[in-house]
């Protein structure tokens, strides 16, 4: 057999392996882009990288390796969506993006640095949830949207004061007005049993006519 498509299929087995590993993770947490699609990213990077150094050896190389990085963010971007007001994938569009990377080098014949990266993406999906959940019992950003009828604006300043009272530190704040509502959208940041005491406290105001968060 030739000794580069003996190279060539041992970096098509370990494109596999590495595929399958971060997309393992992936399917266990019931993602979008799960063992199949990472498998066949990792995979296809790998061609693609493969198939460019078998080509001009001058600037088709990176002219491929652009498109790989190009084309991988557009596919990395549909993982991304809006979940009420919060942004959902992004873990995911990294992990398509990651993976890409990781079949690049494969092809590149860095078989040794891949497996490195590998594990450190393994440690980062599988341990740093852990320390980002104890971050979130810490802190965390919510955005309230309150609305109240327009003969209580001076409510509006009684919540801001709310906030100051219950150390929630509010970054972003934003009104609106029709013919029966004052509509107050606020984004603050704070300890999370401070947020409930807050959503505790407009629950019980009769003068709340809707909140949302």
Known sequence: MDAVLIANLVKLGMAVIVGGLVGAEREYQDKAAGFR???????????????????????TQTRIAANIVTG?????????VRDGGRIAGLTTAATIWLAAALGMGIGAGDLM?????????LLVLLVFPKLESRIDRIREARTYEITVGTSDFKKIEGISEMFDMLTLRVFEHHQAK?????????????A??????????????????????
Do not use: C
């Not at 198939?51 to 600037?59: I, N």
């Not at 640095?113 to 993406?121: G, H, K, L, R, S």
């Not at 959503?199 to 003068?207: E, L």
């Open 192 to 213: 999370p049993q401070n947020h409930e005491k807050f959503v505790q406290a407009m629950m019980r105001d009769k003068s709340v006519k809707e909140l949302n968060y």
């Open 113 to 121: 640095f891949v497996m490195i990266a590998t594990v450190v993406t």
């Open 178 to 190: 029709n013919e029966k509502s004052i509509i107050s959208t606020w984004k603050v940041i704070g």
């Open 72 to 80: 991988i963010g557009f596919l990395g971007a549909g993982a991304i």
């Open 37 to 59: 699609t990472i498998i066949l990213i990792t995979l296809g990077s790998t061609l693609f990288t493969v198939f460019s150094l078998s080509m001009d050896p001058g600037f």
